[in-house]
């Protein structure tokens, strides 16, 4: 089945940098990869996602990556702020109506 | 607001004890996945319904049962609880869109 790995997990930047979180997965079949980031006591957020018939995808100071070939992909966060500081999931599923497999997560801490 | 509905928010109950979560899916959608979250842990997979009938199953303790009414709102039952069963509980939903949207989560507590 399909096994999705992500680091770091703890990052912590200065306001203002950047920040990357990588995730990797083991199915070739994923075709569909969402990234959630998850306030404490909420539930997880979808804020960005892409399809494996795109390499790069932005949302305003968000952005995903995706290497199909080496089977990874990334989240970048641009001009962080300290409300960006939360648990960041990514995830990997083969579509429509199929399961999703998550990341272990990252808990990002963006200091003022 | 995802448009999923998780009741109720926080459950305390005792060892030995057996709890019914409740989820009501984004309207439309007709797949539903269970997803547990231990402290400061990743997300688990339980399981997952569509339109009514188990798809897919993960790390779902036999104690633990669920499914999905013809309304399509879906139920999480545990049994025989114990401690470690201490964690959020979170229901998503998608189908036709292909994207997950979690609801808010229920709180559960053994004590």
């Known amino acids: 089945g399909e096994n999705v790995e992500q680091h770091p997990s703890t990052l912590s930047v200065q306001e203002g940098d950047s920040a990357v979180i990588k995730c990797t997965y083991s199915?070739?079949?994923?075709?569909?990869f969402p990234w959630y980031k998850q306030e404490l006591g909420k539930g997880p957020q979808l804020i960005i996602d892409?399809?494996?018939?795109?390499g790069e995808k932005k949302d305003q100071r968000i952005a995903v990556t995706l290497n199909k070939t080496a089977k990874h992909f990334s989240l970048h966060i641009t001009e962080t702020q300290p409300e960006d500081s939360a648990v960041y999931f990514c995830?990997?599923?083969?579509?429509?109506?199929?399961?999703?497999?998550f990341g272990p997560g990252t808990r990002l801490s963006v200091l003022p | 607001d995802s448009g999923v509905t998780q009741t109720p928010k926080h459950l305390i109950t005792a060892t030995g004890q057996r709890v019914t979560l409740r989820c009501s899916p984004r309207s439309g959608d007709l797949s539903v996945y269970w997803y547990q979250q231990s402290l400061d842990q990743g997300l688990q997979f339980l399981i997952q319904y569509y339109n009514g009938e188990e798809r897919a199953k993960g790390n779902i303790l036999e104690r633990f049962s669920a499914q999905q009414f013809p309304d399509l709102h879906s139920e999480l039952n545990l049994s025989s609880l114990e401690l470690g069963d201490s964690a959020l509980y979170f229901c998503?939903?998608?189908?036709?869109?292909?994207?997950?949207?979690f609801g808010s989560g229920t709180q559960l507590s053994v004590l």
């Open positions: 199915d070739s079949a994923s075709n569909y």
């Open positions: 892409i399809r494996s018939n795109v």
């Open positions: 995830a990997a599923s083969r579509g429509k109506g199929q399961n999703f497999v």
């Open positions: 998503a939903s998608s189908v036709p869109n292909e994207k997950l949207f």
